[in-house]
């Protein structure tokens, strides 16, 4: 029987807490990922995700409780249909 590891419980976290994180990483780890990553319960492929996501948490970090930096999802497949879909439904919308 082989060992499985066990997955911990998901934790979203703000764009503020993971500037913080990131933070601690340079400050109080010297950029040891590992450290931080055992003491944070952070995964270490989740920093460099954020690392290199650096940029664009720091331009949303204002004031906000935004969780995700904008521009992820799904891309739309028909760009200037949805586009014309927009603009019927907005005229239907006035007509009433």
Request: net charge positive.
């Amino acid at each position: 029987m082989g060992t499985s590891a066990k997955r911990g419980r998901y934790h979203q976290r703000t764009v503020a807490q993971k500037l913080e994180i990131l933070r601690r990483l340079e400050v109080e780890f010297s950029r040891n990922i590992t450290a931080c990553s055992r003491e944070t319960k952070v995964d270490k492929m989740t920093f460099r995700d954020w690392r290199g996501q650096q940029n664009k948490l720091q331009e949303i970090a204002n004031p906000t409780k935004k969780k995700r930096v904008r521009g992820g999802g799904r891309k739309a497949k028909y760009p200037t249909v949805e586009a014309d879909l927009v603009e019927w439904v907005r005229k239907q919308r006035e007509k009433k």
